[in-house]
């Protein structure tokens, strides 16, 4: 089954959950049809001329979400300024389930230099699939590109390494092993 990352929620989604090109263009959108649907009800929202409290209310929640989403190095269409935007009761998870994560963010992120939000968001993503794909796939790959080894030390033969992210990856490395373990104390 062929899977997207939506560039919105970056969620990982089966591509059926993105809305195909029209006009023959090839592919689908960046943003799944979740996401569509909020973007929609907000610029449905923001463009009526009198809107109830709770349609003000749910506004506001949009705009919350998308600021979160902001935080989280995602991309929302536009946060607006001094407007408020969101849904309903999905909306009122989704932002809950952001808030949580742009929290978990700004705390799980070392004092060290910026980091990359491909590496960082691993720290904060909902873990779902096997603990060896996040093990054997993902982390090999963030340790590869984030840890590359830079030469041979003449002295000791061994390999040095850039330890530029080195704290960052072993706080993924500890969270993956972390979800290993529940994993398997489950089932």
Sequence with gaps: MATKICKQCGELKPEEQFRKYYGGRKGTYNACKSCEKINSR????????????????????????????????LRPPRVHQGKATPLSDSLDSM????AERAMAMKVAIPESPEAPLDLVQWLVNDLVDEPDFYLEEVYEVLEKKYRPQLRIDQDSMMPVYDDTYRDILLKILDRFNAYEDAYYEKG
């Design 42 to 73: 907000e610029k449905y929202l923001s463009s009526k001329s009198s809107r109830t409290v709770d349609e003000a209310h749910e506004l506001q929640k949009i705009c919350v979400l998308w600021e979160y989403q902001t935080t989280l190095g």
């Design 95 to 98: 932002v809950d389930k952001y």
